[in-house]
Nanobody, 123 residues
Framework: VQLQASGGGLVQAGGSLRLSCAAS????????MGWFRQAPGKEREFVAA????????YYADSVKGRFTISRDNAENTGFLQMNSLKPEDTGVYYC?????????????????WGLGTQVTVSS
């Protein structure tokens, strides 16, 4: 499975961005899709995850109510809608995919990672 994230950019605080994660290859094997981010000088952290059906979603407390994760299995694409962005949301955002169920708020269950896309929120 190959993942390609896109949609990052520079936005003012309070603005919105929509990230996309296009998957190719053995996409039928993907159980969970997730997003992580890494701010400068910090460790990569969990942002959000969604199950295969899209029926169950999980969020970090810091983004609940502002971010929405979804996926379009027909298009093999995942999305992260980010609203009410804050400067502390700045970082490189990575999409990831897992073949099996695990502690999806950690990196360990994820088998595939895309290259990141930069999100910068100015104050």
């Amino acid at each position: 499975v190959q993942l390609q994230a896109s949609g990052g950019g520079l936005v003012q605080a309070g603005g919105s961005l929509r990230l996309s994660c296009a998957a190719s290859g053995r996409t039928f094997s993907i159980a969970f899709m997730g997003w992580f981010r890494q701010a400068p000088g910090k460790e990569r952290e969990f942002v959000a995850a969604v199950t295969r059906s899209g029926g169950n979603t999980y969020y970090a407390d810091s983004v609940k109510g502002r971010f929405t994760i979804s996926r379009d299995n027909a298009e093999n694409t995942g999305f992260l809608q980010m609203n009410s962005l804050k400067p502390e949301d700045t970082g490189v955002y990575y999409c990831a995919a897992s073949r099996s169920i695990g502690v999806i708020t950690t990196e360990s269950p994820y088998d595939y990672w895309g290259l990141g896309t930069q999100v910068t929120v100015s104050s």
